[in-house]
């Protein structure tokens, strides 16, 4: 079975720049998660949804970042305009269902370099 | 914060079993114990999970403590390919933000010919 698939895998661009990640969640999920990862900070939960509704929304760092899910199959992480802090490996993870012992899993993220 | 501590690195000779401590001394009765690991330059990947009984997979055993205040992540056989950071949380069972997997430093594991 297919995974997560997260595109691009490796992104750089200049700062000002916009920035859009996706990720296309594991089938029949209905739970995703966007997480950001920098050697600082470790592993972040960005935002989730639940049935392409966003549900916590309070990792997101600013209002320069934005998230949607437009369908059951689809999400995309918008960094606009884009910062060199905003350097970092971004991940999505798609799950049945919130609650209960169920497990997320995770794409292999997004690399992105902000110069 | 994440809720748990868990040593910085260990590591494990190839074939043998590599057992992963994790102290969660404030756990409570609703939250599950779960493991992840992250392979370089990979995403996390779930590993197990329980809730206070022993749990076993085809790729890993959990043992709880009766208290529930800690627990150990059992590799039976280390492989190279076990090399990774090992990362024990706990997380609430359903209701409210219970999507956060709050990941702290975890075990880095290094598996030695």
């Known amino acids: 079975d297919a995974g997560v698939i997260q595109s691009p895998r490796h992104e750089v661009t200049e700062m000002g720049q916009e920035v859009t990640l996706r990720c296309k969640p594991i089938s029949g999920h209905n739970s995703l998660f966007w997480y950001r990862q920098t050697m600082m900070r470790g592993l972040e939960l960005l935002i989730y949804f639940n049935n392409n509704v966003p549900i916590d929304d309070s990792g997101m760092p600013e209002d320069r970042f934005s998230a949607k899910m437009p369908n059951a199959s689809f999400s995309t992480l918008k960094i606009q305009p884009s910062e060199p802090r905003d350097s970092a490996v971004y991940f999505c993870?798609?799950?049945?269902?919130?609650?209960?012992?169920?497990?997320?899993?995770f794409g292999d993220g997004t690399r992105l370099s902000i110069l | 914060d994440a809720k748990t501590t868990q040593p910085t690195s260990m590591d494990c000779a190839e074939g043998r079993a590599a057992n992963l401590p994790c102290n969660h001394s404030?756990?409570?009765?609703?939250?599950?114990v779960y493991w992840y690991r992250q392979i370089h330059s990979q995403g996390p990947q779930y590993i197990i999970h329980g809730l206070k009984n022993n749990e076993t997979n085809e790729m890993a055993s959990l043992i709880i403590t009766e208290d529930r205040k800690s627990s150990t992540l059992i590799l039976p056989h280390a492989t190279l390919r076990d090399t990774a950071v090992y990362y024990c949380?706990?997380?609430?069972?359903?209701?409210?933000?219970?999507?956060?997997?709050?990941f702290g430093k975890g075990t880095k594991l290094s598996v030695k010919p």
């Open positions: 404030t756990i409570s009765g609703n939250e599950y």
């Open positions: 993870a798609s799950s049945l269902k919130t609650g209960g012992g169920l497990a997320q899993h």
């Open positions: 949380i706990v997380r609430v069972a359903n209701g409210g933000s219970q999507g956060n997997l709050i």
